[in-house]
C-alpha cells in the first residue's frame, strides 16, 4: 500500500504543478491536503509514510480518535467538514486549520473556545458560491459582515476562504464557482488587520483541483484520487 501511496502521490504533486504552472505559479504555492475520511487509521499512517503529511477529516470525532492514534506522526490535521458547536472543543484541541466557518454561531463558538484553550486557530470561511440550498456557507452577501465579526475575536486567525463546487454543475460552472471565491477574496483583500488577512483560497477536490488551481486555489483538498 506505501509504495501505491507514493505513486497516487507522484501523481497527483505533478498534477498540481502542472496546473499551478498554467496560472504562471510554483508548486509550492499549493498545499495538498489529502483527505483520509475513506480510510482507517492504519491506512492514514501508510498514507503519512508515503509522504502525505497535512492531513483533512470531516468529522470531529474521527479526526479526534486518528490524531490520537497516530500522535507519534508529525501529522498537521485540517478540520475540512462543517461542525456543530458542541464538537468544537474536541476538534480545536487537534485541529491547526478549520476549513469550513459557515454561520455566526459557530464563528462565535470557535472564538470563545480558543479563547477558553488559550490558543489562535486559523480559520478560513466558507462561501456557497453556487447558491445550492443544501450547500454550507455565507452567501457572497454576507462575507463582510462575517470579517467584521472576526475582527473582533482576536482568539480566531482568518486566513481565507473555502468553497465547495456545486454537484449539479459541470466543469464550466466549477470554474465559474472558484473564479466567485478568488473575486471575492480579492474583494476583501483590504481587510488587513492583527488577526485577518485574506491569502488562501481552499477550494477543488480529486475532480476539479486543477481547475481550482487555475482559478487561483492556494490549498485543495484530495481524497478518493489517492485510493484508487
Ligand atoms: C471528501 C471531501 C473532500 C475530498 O473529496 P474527493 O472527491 O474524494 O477528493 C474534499 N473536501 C471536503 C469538504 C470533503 O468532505
Not at 113 to 131: F, H, I, M, P, Y
Amino acid at each position: 500500500m506505501e509504495d501505491n501511496f507514493k505513486t497516487r502521490l507522484a501523481e497527483v504533486r505533478q498534477r498540481i504543478a502542472d496546473a499551478a504552472q498554467r496560472s504562471g505559479r510554483n508548486a509550492g504555492d499549493v498545499t495538498l491536503v489529502a483527505v483520509t475520511k475513506y480510510v482507517d487509521a492504519a491506512t492514514t499512517r501508510e498514507l503519512f509514510n508515503a509522504g502525505a503529511t497535512v492531513l483533512g477529516e470531516n468529522r470531529p470525532q474521527v479526526l479526534e480518535e486518528k490524531a490520537r492514534q497516530l500522535s507519534d506522526l508529525d501529522i498537521e490535521w485540517h478540520m475540512i467538514g462543517n461542525l456543530q458547536r458542541n464538537k468544537v472543543k474536541r476538534t480545536l484541541a487537534h485541529a491547526t486549520l478549520i476549513h469550513a466557518l459557515d454561520r455566526d454561531s459557530l464563528i462565535d463558538a470557535v472564538a470563545k473556545e480558543a479563547a477558553a484553550q488559550d490558543k489562535t486557530v486559523r480559520c478560513l470561511l466558507e462561501v456557497n458560491v453556487s447558491g445550492e440550498e443544501s450547500k454550507h456557507g455565507f452567501s457572497a452577501d454576507e462575507v463582510a459582515s462575517a470579517i467584521e465579526r472576526i475582527v473582533a475575536l482576536p482568539s480566531i486567525r482568518l486566513e481565507g476562504l473555502m468553497c465547495m463546487a456545486g454537484l449539479a454543475g459541470d466543469e464550466n460552472d466549477a470554474r465559474g464557482e472558484f473564479a466567485l471565491l478568488r473575486e471575492i477574496r480579492d474583494a476583501h483583500s483590504d481587510v488587513q488587520t492583527d488577526n485577518v488577512a485574506l491569502r488562501e483560497l481552499s477550494m477543488g477536490m480529486s475532480g476539479d483541483f486543477e481547475i481550482a488551481i487555475e482559478e487561483g486555489a492556494t490549498i485543495v483538498r484530495v481524497g478518493s484520487a489517492l485510493y484508487r
